[in-house]
């Protein structure tokens, strides 16, 4: 539509270390699901944090990304993991 246009994110994260492997946008952060753990991007901050196991992903490769008002839902290769992440987005 004419209202639309592309947002860049920082060049900085290029996933070259990992295959994107599914995105999920909300109003104010961008998942993107890796081989490689999860990434957010905040896009007021415009700043990339990684999650992994080290942060309760029970499996680094994420398949599948679904986000409602105060959860997102990660499928993994182990199972589900689910991030209540509204509380920690605006502390991070």
């Not at 492997?21 to 990684?50: L, M, Q, S």
């Not at 942060?55 to 991030?83: C, H, K, P, Q, S």
């Amino acid at each position: 539509t004419k209202n639309k246009k592309w947002l860049l994110a920082p060049a900085r994260r290029r996933f070259t270390e990992a295959r994107i492997n599914c995105i999920e946008v909300g109003p104010d952060v961008v998942w993107v699901g890796t081989d490689a753990g999860v990434f957010k991007y905040h896009r007021g901050r415009k700043e990339w944090k990684r999650y992994a196991i080290a942060d309760g992903l029970l499996d680094n490769r994420v398949n599948a990304i679904v986000m409602d008002e105060e959860l997102v839902w990660f499928g993994t290769d182990a199972g589900l993991t689910v991030f209540r992440w509204r509380a920690y987005h605006d502390f991070e």
